[in-house]
C-alpha cells in the first residue's frame, strides 16, 4: 500500500494480492476502482466480487494465492476474472450486486454489464478484488453516487487487518 494509504501495488510475482473492504458493501453501492499499473508478460487481470466473510476474521496465512478458483471454491466467496481488454492503465472500474444476488460492473461509466450472480445477500458483504496478472496496481475510488466520501479501507493478504492502513478518497 502506497504512503498516502489510497493504492495497492502487488510487489512481486503475478497474485498473492487478495484485497478486502473494510466494512460491508450495500446492495447496489458502487466499488469503484481506478486501474493505476498494468504490466506486461502476464496474462488475466483483476478479480473482483463479494464475499460473506469478515475480512477481519481471516487468517491472511489461510488465503489462497488466486481467488479464481482457488477462494471461490469456498462458501461465502464469489468473484470473476475481469476480461483482459478492460485492465488498462486508467480504466475506472465499477462494481456491484443487486438485490438478486447478480453482479454487474461498467468500465469508465460504460452501460452496466452482467458480470455473474448467484450471490448470497442474506448476509452482509464485503468487496473482493484480486490484483492478479496484468493488473498490478489500483486505487480506491471512494466517491458514492450521491459524492458523500466513502471512507473505506482494503485489507490485503499480506497486511495485519489491525493495522490502520486507510484509503481515502480524494
Known amino acids: 500500500m502506497d504512503l498516502a494509504q489510497k493504492t495497492v501495488k502487488r510487489q512481486a510475482s503475478f497474485c498473492n494480492a487478495i484485497t478486502f473492504s473494510n466494512r460491508p458493501i450495500a446492495l447496489y453501492e458502487q466499488v469503484r476502482l481506478k486501474i493505476t499499473k498494468k504490466q506486461c ?6 478479480r ?3 464475499t460473506s466473510k469478515d475480512p477481519s476474521r481471516i ?21 470473476k476474472a475481469l476480461p483482459e481488454e478492460f485492465a488498462n492503465e486508467g480504466n475506472v472500474i465499477a462494481f456491484w450486486v443487486d438485490k438478486k444476488g447478480r453482479v454487474f460492473y461498467r468500465i469508465n461509466e460504460s452501460s452496466p454489464m452482467l458480470f455473474f450472480s448467484g450471490v448470497r445477500i442474506a448476509e452482509p458483504l464485503w468487496a473482493l478484488i484480486d490484483v492478479y496478472g496484468l493488473t498490478r496496481g489500483v486505487q480506491l475510488l471512494g466517491k458514492l453516487a450521491n459524492n458523500n466520501p466513502c471512507k473505506q479501507t482494503l485489507q490485503t493478504k499480506n497486511l495485519c487487518s489491525r493495522c490502520s492502513q486507510t484509503l481515502i478518497s480524494p
Open 48 to 50: 473482483l466480487g463479494f
Open 59 to 79: 487468517n491472511p496465512d489461510n488465503l489462497p494465492k488466486y481467488a479464481c478458483p482457488d477462494l471461490v471454491s469456498q462458501s461465502g466467496f464469489w468473484a
Open 41 to 46: 508478460c502476464w496474462s488475466g487481470a483483476l
